[in-house]
């Protein structure tokens, strides 16, 4: 979570962040400040002002890089009430290693349109979304509905590709994991291939999904690992709700819920060819492939209609 502590009164008009809850500070109020402090965790990033002296050392340039990249990542597009993040898939996987990098804890969510409907519908699942640190839009019905509010969001930023894509990293840069979710033997596929996969992956720990909530030791095991991704698979809302429980007892770590991405890897569910994804159409080959899902998908009608409704009212995304 981000904060500004400010040196003058002339400071006092700055703007909060809904998604991160941080103050955002114009150029003007940067230049009255004179010298700001944005944390960030337990990383401090200085911030001085040298407008005065119309000169810049290259630390302060690359101080002001720093601030830059981090507005950015404060930018967001609410949809019926969810803060998604301005951002692309790379930029998200950049942002969450700086993060691991720097021992920030952070809550990861991914919603799609059924995510947004149960938030809409209950205000606990809300609550579960307005505690994470990022929500991403892993759907392309929230990217077109964002689209059709009027403040686009540049593509897509799946769960399953996020986790994909840290592994990648997390290969090179040696990172510890910690795996929660799935059967037994769906858990032990996933753990298997991420072995022959990203050999240099620590799994630290891991746990299926089927525990007694009130009674275990899964929270003390992953805080005495110190993993630096936490991986939940427990499908929506369990896996957001298990997060938030528990996040207080960790000091840092990625904690993600990632829903059916473990079936992935493990193999026992087959993710829809590129072409599929290209077109946009994942989640009907889903469906094909689980009907049992169709239930499920009714609420992309539903989504769609609130979507347009809003756009006739006027009611465009706020900016």
């Not at 799946?158 to 990172?175: I, Q």
């Not at 709700?241 to 026992?268: C, H, P, R, Y």
């Not at 689980?290 to 009611?315: C, D």
Request: hydrophobic share 40%.
């Amino acid at each position: 979570m981000f904060f500004v502590r400010k040196r003058s009164a002339n400071a006092a008009a700055a703007t909060r962040c809904f998604l991160c809850e941080s103050v955002v500070l114009t150029q003007r109020q940067q230049h009255d400040v004179g010298h700001s402090v944005i944390a960030t965790g337990r990383g401090v990033l200085r911030l001085s002002s040298s407008i005065s002296a119309g000169v810049q050392t290259p630390a302060e340039r690359s101080e002001k890089g720093n601030k830059e990249r981090f507005e950015h990542y404060m930018k967001h597009v609410t949809i019926m009430g969810v803060p998604f993040l301005h951002s692309n898939q790379q930029e998200f996987v950049d942002l969450l290693v700086n993060r691991i990098e720097h021992e920030e804890k952070t809550f990861v969510i991914t919603a799609n349109p059924e995510v947004v409907m149960q938030a809409n519908e209950s205000p606990t699942v809300m609550n579960y979304l307005k505690q994470a640190t990022y929500i991403c839009a892993d759907g392309i019905g929230v990217v077109k509905a964002a689209q059709i509010l009027g403040d686009p969001l540049p593509e897509r930023v799946t769960g399953y590709d996020t986790m994909v894509r840290l592994l990648e990293v997390g290969n090179k840069k040696r990172f510890k994991i910690y795996l929660l979710g799935a059967q037994n033997e769906t858990l032990e596929k996933t753990i298997k291939n991420i072995n022959q996969t990203y050999p240099n992956v620590d799994i630290v720990g891991y746990h299926d999904g089927f525990f007694d909530w009130n009674k275990n030791d899964i929270a003390n095991e992953i805080a005495a690992s110190k993993p630096d991704l936490v991986f939940v698979a427990l499908g929506v809302p369990r896996q957001e709700k298990w997060i938030t429980e528990n996040l207080d007892q960790f000091s840092k770590g990625v904690f993600m819920g990632v829903g059916g991405s473990f079936d992935v890897i493990a193999g026992t569910v087959k993710r829809a060819p590129v072409i599929w994804q290209k077109l946009n159409l994942e989640w009907l080959y889903r469906l094909l492939r689980q009907p049992s899902r169709f239930g499920r998908m009714l609420v992309l009608p539903r989504f769609a209609l609130k979507v347009f409704a809003l756009k006739i009212k006027g009611q465009g995304a706020p900016k």
